[in-house]
């Protein structure tokens, strides 16, 4: 049945759906940057930065909006106020990117310190997930938000190897501890990006459950 | 005029105060650890961390329950909204603080690199920062937030520092190169801190004001 909020709900859905995809642009952009060695991918990342922006504060005011309006109940409150928490997430992998973008940028400077392999690894797991993460929330699919959540613990490891091998650089030949640290920070942003798509998939478990499984909580019953 | 839900409000914002002063204890403690190079400080920050995640999981369960139950409008919907975004914030000032205190714990491993002035001072200024925002949204006071929001400036400013200073040692001397990158990476957590309690703050504004800083749209009018 039609319900008079629906509207709502489908364009909130369409906005997630959009501001997710300028994330997803962004780190790929940005990695690209580093990859390729093209300065000009950073512009690309701002102006996706400033569209995702824009999203978030749309997005809130729409989810205030449908509450104090709609004054929903159970699966649409969650639903909304899950949004409200992933526009949150999605702004700040697109600030993530930002980070990225400057870093790389700034090793565009040097000389490549060696072929970047568990980099872009890292990076084509995070995107997947921010993709897998969204697409669980927009179909409501639980089992596909805890796949994303596992996913974390694989860009983890990849960046405590990178994090070691490049502390072995550094230590073997003092003329790479400018690029290793750039690289370690691009790594540790890569990281993050995947703890925030770690969040919006325990947000969609919530959602879709009614279970919190933030801080492994898994066994709690539904409150509402 | 007492209302029907002032009583959950009463006990929203005391739950974000409890949450808060362990947040900003954790803070302190790891930071403690690193100073006085005591191990014994970490078993503390990680008893503050379980709280924390405990309280984020009541605090969100109470949002629910009032958004459903009480169905607010205008000041205390934003009242409520706000307190799930901050509750939000104040658990990854958590994660933050334990991600200080493995690297201090490692770090302990070591002799000392340099006396620690920058970190310490850095560390004062997130915690102040952190306080503040929390004691703006109990208040409701946006002029507070306001000025923490323009704090955020002057952490990032001695994180900069910090890193050049700890580059240039790296390339002077190889031996200090695993402990300047340890403590490369606090002066990051604790920059993130800074940006969390900056993130409060907007929060707080937007609560008071209906009025949305965030990336700078100081201009907007309420909405709701």
Redesign the interface.
């Known amino acids: 049945m039609e319900r008079p909020f629906d509207e709502e709900l489908k364009l909130l859905r369409e906005k997630i759906l959009e501001m997710a995809s300028y994330a997803e642009e962004s780190i790929a952009l940005a990695i690209k940057c580093l990859m390729e060695r093209r300065e000009e991918y950073a512009a690309e990342v701002m102006q996706r930065e400033e569209k995702i922006?824009?999203l978030?504060?749309e997005i809130?005011?729409l989810?205030?909006?449908t509450?104090?309006l709609r004054?929903p109940?159970?699966t649409d409150?969650?639903f909304i106020?899950s949004a409200?928490?992933i526009s949150?997430d999605l702004e700040r992998i697109g600030d993530q990117a930002v980070n990225i973008i400057e870093n790389s940028v700034e090793l565009l400077k040097y000389p490549l310190l060696k072929p970047l392999i568990d980099i872009p690894r890292m990076s084509g797991l995070a995107q997947n997930m921010v993709r897998d993460a969204i697409n669980a929330f927009v179909v409501g699919d639980d089992q596909l938000a805890r796949s994303v959540c596992k996913g974390d613990d694989q860009v983890d490891q990849l960046n405590d190897q990178i994090f070691r091998e490049l502390?072995t650089y550094?230590?073997q030949d003092?003329s790479t501890?400018?690029r290793a640290?750039g690289l370690?920070?691009i790594g540790?942003h890569l990281e993050r990006i995947a703890d925030h798509a770690t969040n919006i998939g325990e947000d969609v478990i919530y959602m879709v459950k009614g279970q919190?499984i933030?801080?492994h909580?898994d066994d709690?019953p539904p409150?509402?």
Chains 1, 2 share one sequence.
Request: with cysteine.
């Open positions: 922006n824009g978030e504060i809130d005011d989810c205030m909006k509450l104090a004054q109940m159970a409150l969650r106020t409200m928490k949150s502390l550094m230590i003092g501890i400018t640290v370690i920070l540790r919190i933030k801080h909580c709690r409150k509402i």
